[in-house]
């Protein structure tokens, strides 16, 4: 195996195993959309990105970092669905990117370019998604119970305001990595789909979180391998990996 | 005097710049069952909210220190679970109550020990509501707030929850804090009842005592009666 296609690989396997985790708790908190407007925040920093010849997710990072913190500090005054001010948060990054964004070179903007991908970028992957991936199991419990009810969460002396901050700060730093592997336009897909894949085969929490990593890993792989022979680019085969796996769920079922 | 479980003192609560609730005096002994009755719109949910420290108030509201509160909130429907593929067990788990403690409250409220398997999800609408009344019971609470629990099940499964909940309140000494529109519920189990209205009547006391069909038509605004078979 060559020294790159083994980076991608590395890469391509913490992203999507950390992001497909965060998945299963944005999937109950029905955000798993939310994803697909951070993507696209992210494009004004990918314009930057692409303007000034440095990585996609460094980029990409400050300005979902950005939007994120918007979002947060507006859900307390405002008490707005978090969604909606997704929404709005979202639509002035794309529309702030498409002001500076060349076009011509976009298209690693937009579906992600993980075949490139260099030795520091792959250890950020790496100790990133760890950092994700134990951030989210170590507050698990708290930000599913104000997903719940936010009042019964307090009673029991969560910390609402911090666990939202880490559960969206874990959602920024997905977000921004995945940019790498599928692109700013389909981020939403490397959360949604391998947990709603789990959700179809799972009984208990144990499962659905082990199950939706390793869909998510083996979507990554599946993608990735296939970029070479095929001669197309990896991100939209990893959705399509995940999609096929998502298909095949649906035969286990179990609503 | 004994330490009250919850003493109230000029409890005031401003929503808007509409004042919810203004000037409200109670207080609950241990082991009291009261019940907060009143139409829609008198502020129960918020009296509720506001006796959890859960919203901006003035006055004072004293609980007994180191009183431990279970708190069960109104619309925590099976919906909310229905989304994800938790057992029983996990449920209670997120709550941080061990095994032993899941079991002990199941039996608690009539549901077998096994049931902590089952997909919470998946139960029927009473066994929900019954797990509901377990989880807020589990790690022994002193007092439990309950905001309107029944909602979701029929007359005898309405019954069923009160019932355990009265034998809880006799056997561990439990204070209990419900919001409910059910009449039958605050004369067959309540010791005492706080009524709320929107015009700003308001009574407390023994429910025989206070509930005047006087009092029931300035609540509820028609001739309503309450009869007890002989």
Redesign the interface.
């Known amino acids: 195996m060559n020294h790159q296609l083994l980076l991608s690989l590395i890469s391509g396997v913490f992203i999507a195993g950390a992001a497909a985790y965060l998945g299963t708790l944005m ?2 908190r ?1 955000m798993a959309v939310v994803a697909g407007p951070l993507g696209h925040l992210a494009l004004p920093g990918a314009a930057l990105a692409l303007v000034y010849g440095f990585s996609l997710s460094v980029g990409a990072f400050p300005f979902i970092v950005l939007g994120i913190v918007v979002i947060w500090l507006l859900e307390i005054r405002t008490k707005l669905p978090m969604e909606a001010l997704t929404a709005i948060v979202f639509a002035t990054g794309v529309g702030t990117a498409f002001l500076f964004l060349p076009i011509g070179k976009a298209e690693a903007a937009l579906i992600g370019d993980i075949s490139q991908v260099g030795v520091g970028q792959t250890v950020a992957a790496v100790v990133l998604g760890v950092a994700v991936l134990l951030a989210v199991q170590r507050s698990y ?1 708290q930000i ?2 104000i ?3 936010e ?2 969460a ?3 002396g969560v910390n609402v305001r911090l666990f939202n901050f880490i559960y969206l700060a874990a959602i920024a730093v997905v977000v921004a990595l995945g940019v790498d592997l599928v692109g700013g336009l389909m981020t939403a897909a490397l959360v949604a789909i391998p947990a709603a894949a789990a ?1 179809n085969v ?7 979180g082990m199950a939706a990593g390793a869909f998510g890993v083996l979507s990554a792989v599946a993608g990735i391998l296939a970029a070479a022979p095929t001669r197309l680019p990896a991100g939209p085969l990893v959705i399509l990996a995940s999609a096929g796996i998502f298909g095949v769920t649906l035969f286990w079922s ?1 609503a | 005097m004994s330490e009250a479980a919850l003493e109230v003192r000029n409890l005031s609560v401003t929503l808007n710049g509409t004042a919810v609730l203004s000037g409200l005096n109670f207080r609950v002994e241990e082991g009291e069952f009261l019940t907060i009755m009143g139409p829609n719109g008198a502020g129960k949910t918020v009296l509720v909210r506001a006796l959890l420290g859960l919203m901006p108030h003035e006055g004072e509201v004293k609980w007994r220190p180191g009183i431990k509160i279970g708190y069960l909130p109104q619309g925590l429907n099976q919906m909310f679970v229905r989304d994800v593929p938790v057992t029983v067990g996990e449920f209670f788990g997120l709550r941080r109550v061990g095994a032993a403690e899941t079991a002990r409250c199941l039996e608690l409220v009539g549901l077998p020990r096994a049931m902590a398997q089952k997909p919470a999800g998946y139960l029927s609408g009473g066994e929900f509501q019954r797990m509901l009344v377990a989880w807020v019971l589990a790690g022994r609470p002193q007092a439990v707030v309950l905001d309107e629990p029944t909602t979701a099940v029929d007359v005898a499964g309405g019954e069923t929850i009160y019932s355990i909940l009265g034998k809880a309140g006799r056997e561990e000494k439990l204070t209990i804090l419900n919001v409910t529109h059910d009449l039958n519920v605050v004369f067959a189990h309540s010791t005492h009842v706080l009524c709320l209205s929107r015009v700003g009547h308001r009574c407390f006391g023994v429910p025989r005592e206070v509930l005047t069909p006087e009092v029931l038509n300035e609540l509820y605004g028609a001739q309503l009666k309450f009869y007890t078979h002989p």
């Not at chain 1, 799972?202 to 659905?208: A, E, F, P, V």
């Open positions: 999937l109950s029905k419990a599913l119970l997903g719940i009810h009042d019964l307090k009673t029991e959700r799972s009984r208990t929490l144990g499962q659905y179990q």
